[in-house]
């Protein structure tokens, strides 16, 4: 059964960094590529972010040059690094399998406010 936790939201001001992790189970990590999306209050599921098993990172327009995502295979992790952070990156995010993320953990909330 696929397991993923999701860890390291929490409260920030504007123009301030967190790091998001994610620990996966259940399936091999290694070869499965793995996603951030979010959720803002009112709105739909949105995708941020990728990472291919090669590693290479791909990004929705809106984060790109301030999010970076990663991955630890000998860890089964992911993180998604956020720096320079706006009031609209405030949601909950979720890591998935997918894209859709239709597999996601519980979400971690991230609240960007001064």
């Known amino acids: 059964e696929v397991h993923l936790v999701e860890s390291g939201g929490g409260l920030v001001q504007p123009g301030g960094s967190l790091r998001l992790s994610c620990e996966a189970s259940?399936?091999?990590?290694?070869?499965?590529?793995l996603h951030w999306l979010r959720q803002a209050p009112g709105k739909d599921l949105e995708w941020v972010s990728r990472i291919d098993i090669e590693g290479r990172p791909y990004y929705t327009d809106s984060v790109k040059g301030r999010f970076t995502i990663s991955r630890d295979n000998a860890r089964s992790t992911i993180y998604l690094q956020m720096n320079s952070l706006t009031t609209d990156d405030t949601a909950v995010y979720y890591c998935s399998t997918n894209g859709l993320g239709t597999v996601r953990g519980q979400g971690t909330q991230v609240t960007v406010s001064s």
């Open positions: 259940g399936f091999t990590f290694s070869l499965v590529d």
